[in-house]
């Protein structure tokens, strides 16, 4: 494991968390992480997760990150140098195998037997139906330690964005399942464009093929599409000076929770009661009876391709005539 050197040693107590996921995983554990900072004051905090989160972590505040990608090599720490380890990541064997072999004193995570109830001594049960920013403050609570699970907020970028007031209509999402048809995002950035909105295309790079499709059939100028012009905290501060934020259940989403950005959350496989966003200017549309569930699907899910064109319409209008 190659570890490199770190300069004069740091003496301070190390907690470490586990969480080697995307975006929106990274999001939905603000609350926790939050919680952690104030429960471990004067420590140094680290999070492991893909490297390309590093931009989005200093959002956060406070954490260091710790280059991950997944659970498929050791985490790049040196034995017994972590004082806390928190499993953020899953229930699995592998995350817990993984944290265990960091030597850590202490580990903070659901309860690793396969019984029932209410969970042994080392942490809760896991319980399914759960929405994801409760869990992990649910498991911060068993271990004593308050968390609020609405407390989700970020750090502005110091940049600000290009685009202050734009409508950010972001086109892509992490799997085939998620996908909402080119046609019906270009046919509400027409209409929304003919309303006066500053309409602007998000996505990555490899979804801008995907943005200039949409752009070309809501026949607005190649220049609205930002899908892979965007750094990470480039696209955050783009979320953060919306207007509004149209998306599938993508970080994009959880951006415009964190920034409380008036938005509308479009649901496929995975149910809003699981990863659907906080209280606040944020509606959610999808056709729950027509779920088939399967979130690594290579087509929409039916409760997405239920939604239509008109209905986002309505619901950008109920978000504006609200007071």
């Given at each position: 494991m190659?570890?490199?050197?770190?300069g004069p040693a740091d003496v301070r107590p190390q907690l470490l968390v586990l969480r080697a996921l995307g975006l929106g995983d990274l999001l939905v554990a603000v609350p926790a992480?939050?919680?952690?900072?104030?429960?471990?004051?004067?420590?140094?905090?680290?999070?492991?997760?893909p490297g390309w989160l590093a931009g989005a972590l200093e959002l956060v505040?406070?954490?260091?990150?710790?280059?991950?990608?997944?659970?498929?090599?050791?985490?790049?720490?040196?034995?017994?140098?972590?004082?806390?380890?928190?499993?953020?990541h899953g229930k699995g064997p592998q995350s817990s195998e993984r944290l265990e072999a960091?030597?850590?004193?202490?580990?903070?995570?659901?309860?690793?037997?396969?019984?029932?109830?209410?969970?042994?001594?080392?942490?809760?049960?896991?319980?399914?139906?759960?929405?994801?920013?409760?869990?992990?403050?649910?498991?911060?609570?068993?271990?004593?330690?308050?968390?609020?699970?609405?407390?989700?907020?970020?750090?502005?970028?110091?940049?600000?964005?290009?685009?202050?007031?734009?409508?950010?209509?972001?086109?892509?999402?992490?799997?085939?399942?998620?996908?909402w048809p080119a046609e019906r995002f270009a046919r509400v950035a027409r209409q929304l464009s003919s309303r006066g909105h500053q309409v602007v295309f998000t996505?990555?790079?490899?979804?801008?093929?995907?943005?200039?499709?949409?752009?070309?059939?809501?026949?607005?100028p190649e220049v609205s599409v930002l899908a892979g012009e965007l750094e990470l905290q480039a696209f955050a501060a783009c979320i953060a000076g919306a207007r509004l934020v149209i998306s599938a259940d993508t970080g994009a989403a959880h951006?415009?929770?964190?920034?409380?950005r008036p938005s509308i959350?479009?649901?496929?496989?995975?149910?809003?009661?699981?990863?659907?966003?906080?209280?606040?200017?944020?509606?959610?549309?999808?056709?729950?009876?027509?779920?088939r569930g399967d979130p690594f699907a290579d087509s929409p899910d039916?409760?997405?391709?239920?939604?239509?064109a008109g209905d986002v319409l309505e619901a950008v209008a109920e978000l504006e005539s609200a007071p």
């Open positions: 190659d570890i490199s050197d770190e992480l939050r919680a952690l900072r104030r429960a471990f004051p004067g420590y140094r905090l680290r999070y492991a997760a505040g406070g954490y260091e990150l710790v280059p991950l990608s997944g659970l498929e090599a050791p985490i790049p720490v040196r034995p017994g140098e972590v004082d806390v380890a928190v499993n953020l960091i030597g850590a004193r202490r580990i903070l995570q659901h309860c690793t037997s396969d019984g029932d109830g209410d969970g042994d001594g080392d942490g809760p049960a896991w319980v399914e139906d759960l929405h994801e920013r409760e869990r992990w403050t649910r498991l911060l609570h068993w271990h004593g330690i308050n968390a609020d699970p609405r407390d989700c907020a970020l750090r502005t970028p110091s940049t600000p964005t290009k685009f202050p007031g734009a409508t950010v209509v972001h086109v892509g999402a992490a799997f085939p399942s998620r996908l996505g990555s790079a490899q979804e801008r093929g995907r943005a200039v499709e949409v752009c070309r059939l809501a026949g607005l951006l415009a929770s964190a920034y409380a959350v479009l649901f496929g496989p995975v149910a809003p009661e699981r990863w659907g966003p906080p209280p606040g200017p944020h509606l959610v549309l999808t056709r729950g009876r027509l779920r039916p409760a997405i391709l239920g939604v239509t």
